[in-house]
């Protein structure tokens, strides 16, 4: 199974900041990741897939890069509605497989 | 509108049986293939089966290799997920999950189900 690893874990942040997350894949994955957006007790949220392409309606302040093993999540400047729990996943081979999420919290 | 909604969740006892129900609405079931991820209690996500839009291919995580069962009505415009030999690390929120696009096999998640819980304990 391909691994996904997040980092960081978790991090304080204030409204305005430019926030970056990283996901690293075990293997090469070529552009098949997507990133979502969790808010406590509600169900994920696709933001960015294809890597870099955003989901209609969300936010242009989100944005995704990379390809092969290791891709970002940044978000430009964070507004109150964006403290979540941020969760890569690949979508290159089965298993499908996440990445163990990054919480985003407030400073 | 867009919706998929689970029903079937609730508490088990180790060893036993549950399954899960999937109900689309707003779009065509049979366009897509469809999955179940699962959520334990205050965990990440977990994939864990897919089916294609005809049933013909269907995929598993390897914990719930000939345990669980994913199906689909296309007819009902509904998914299943049996759960069988259920056991306490299956305790979790299961969702339903549509992908993007129709006849696409390799693809993101963009429609979820609000989840139900199943939760195996004695």
């Known amino acids: 199974a391909i691994r996904m690893t997040q980092s960081p874990s978790s991090f304080s942040a204030s409204t305005g900041d430019r926030v970056t997350i990283t996901c690293r894949a075990s293997q090469g994955i070529s552009s098949y990741l997507a990133w979502y957006q969790q808010r406590p007790g509600k169900a994920p949220k696709l933001l960015i897939y294809a890597a870099s392409t955003l989901q209609s309606g969300v936010p242009s302040r989100f944005s995704g890069s990379g390809s092969g093993t290791d891709f970002t999540l940044t978000i430009s400047c964070l507004q109150s509605e964006d403290f979540a729990t941020y969760y890569c996943q690949q979508y290159y081979s089965y298993p499908r497989t996440f990445g163990q999420g990054t919480k985003v919290e407030i400073k | 509108e867009v919706q998929l909604v689970e029903s079937g969740g609730g508490l088990v006892q180790p060893g036993g049986s549950l399954r899960l129900s999937c109900a689309a609405s707003?779009?065509?079931?049979?366009?897509?293939?469809m999955s179940w991820v699962r959520q334990a209690p205050g965990k990440g996500l977990e994939w864990v089966a897919n089916i294609k839009q005809d049933g013909s291919e269907k995929y598993y995580v390897d914990s719930v290799k000939g345990r669980f069962t994913i199906s689909r009505d296309n007819a009902k415009n509904s998914l299943y997920l049996q759960m069988n030999s259920l056991r306490a690390e299956d305790t979790a929120v299961y969702y339903c999950?549509?992908?993007?696009?129709?006849?696409?096999?390799?693809?993101?998640?963009?429609?979820w189900g609000q989840g139900t819980m199943v939760t195996v304990s004695s």
């Open positions: 999950a549509r992908p993007r696009a129709i006849d696409i096999t390799l693809d993101a998640f963009d429609i």
């Open positions: 707003g779009f065509t079931l049979s366009s897509y293939w």
